[in-house]
Each structure stands twice: as C-alpha cells, then as structure tokens.
C-alpha cells in the first residue's frame, strides 16, 4: 500500500520568510496530493492540493509542486504570517474518493 | 450546508464502556471515511464507506471497533469494551462520487480513563 513521508516535522520560520515542507510518496498509482491545514483543536482543512497532469499550483502565497518521476511534492508558503502557524499534513491518493494516506504532518511556528 | 457534523465533540468514559461516536456527512457525499488522530501515529484511516458499503475495514485496529452506516446520513463508529489506549481524536469526512478533497467533520476527543 501507499506510504506518505513527510519533512521536517517541526518548522520554525521569521515572519516574512518562505516555509517549505517535502513529502514523498511510494505508489506510483497515486495521482492526487492534497494538503491541509490544521490549527490545534480544529478539523483539518485542505488548503490545496494537486493532481498528476500538472507540475505546479499556486493560490496566492502558497504554491505546490509535484515531481511524479521521483515521486515527490512539496508545499511552498511564501512571505509568511503568524496565523500561518499549525500543522500541516500531505496526503497522497489514487483517486479522489479512494482513502487518504496522509504524512505525520510537519508543525510550522512563524515568529513573528 | 452544515457541514460534517460529528457527535459528541468530547467524550470521556471508563475502561470497559462502550463508546458510540455518530457521523452525519454532508448530503450527496457518498464516501465516508473515519480517521483516528494520535500524536504518535498520526491520522490513521480506520474505515471507509461508498455508497453506504463498507469497503475497506483493515484499519480497524481490533475487533472491539466496529462500524456502520444504515443510511446515505448516518455513521457510527462504536468501541466495546474501550481501553485507555483508544483515547484520540476521531474524525469523520465525507466526499462525493468523483470529487476531490475531503470534507472532515470537528472530531470528537475520546479520552478513556
């Protein structure tokens, strides 16, 4: 089955910086790659996500990119701001109504 | 739309209670999942649902976790006998047919003392 990696586990950027979280994925079937927030005590929420007929999304100061040959992808979060902070999960799927596989999440701290 | 709504938000039991956590998906969702979220494992798929269906329960850790869903509205997620080690946060979400991204419901922390 799917294995989803995830780096770093823990971020801490300045205010204004970029944030960069790597994940890579294990089944070559997989063609759909969503991230979602997670603020402490809430639901995870997506907040974008990716499928395999394009390399790269961008929606405002976050952007994902996804390499299918070496299996991976990766959330960009550009000029960063305190409620940026949260954890972040990947997932990766074969399809968009087949279960999630999602990575341990990466917690990402702006300091402001 | 509501949501996914999931009951109760917090739960607090005995070892050896049973547990029943509820799910109502967002209407024309016909996948459902259910999730368990620790620290150390992370979101765990414990199950999921087409069509009312169950279609894939291996995540279930052991056979004291059981799962239903009676209708196109309705889950439960139910733990007999619950064991300390069962307390997390348990989420529910819901899709439609050939959509994309979940829809995940607010959890309920189940603590099991």
């Known amino acids: 089955g799917e294995n989803v990696e995830q780096h ?3 971020l801490s950027v300045q205010e204004g910086d970029s944030a960069v979280i790597k994940c890579t994925y294990s089944d070559s079937a997989s063609n759909y790659f969503p991230w979602y927030k997670q603020e402490l005590g809430k639901r995870p929420q997506l907040i974008i996500d990716i499928r395999s007929n394009v390399g790269e999304k961008k929606d405002q ?3 994902v990119t996804l390499n299918k040959t070496a299996k991976h992808f990766s959330l960009h979060i550009t000029e960063t701001q305190p409620e940026d902070s949260a954890v972040y999960f990947c997932a990766a799927s074969d399809s968009g109504n087949t279960p999630l596989v999602f990575g341990k999440g990466t917690r990402l701290s702006v300091i402001a | 739309d509501a949501g996914v ?3 109760p938000r917090h739960e607090v039991t005995e070892m050896g209670q049973e547990v029943t956590l509820r799910c109502k998906p967002i209407s024309g969702h016909n996948s459902l999942f259910w999730y368990r979220q620790t620290m150390m494992r992370g979101l ?3 199950i ?3 069509n009312n269906v169950p279609i894939d329960d291996s995540g279930m850790p052991e056979d004291r976790f059981s799962a239903k869903m009676p209708n196109a509205s309705f889950s439960t997620l139910k733990i007999q006998p619950s064991e300390p080690r069962d307390s997390a946060v348990y989420f529910c979400a819901s899709i ?3 959509g994309f991204g979940y829809t995940f419901g607010s959890g309920t922390r189940l603590t099991v003392v």
């Open chain 2, 48 to 50: 999921y649902f087409n």
């Open chain 1, 61 to 63: 100061r976050i952007a």
């Open chain 2, 96 to 98: 439609i047919g050939g």
């Open chain 2, 44 to 46: 765990e798929l414990l």
């Open chain 2, 5 to 7: 709504i999931q009951s």
């Open chain 1, 8 to 10: 770093p586990s823990t």
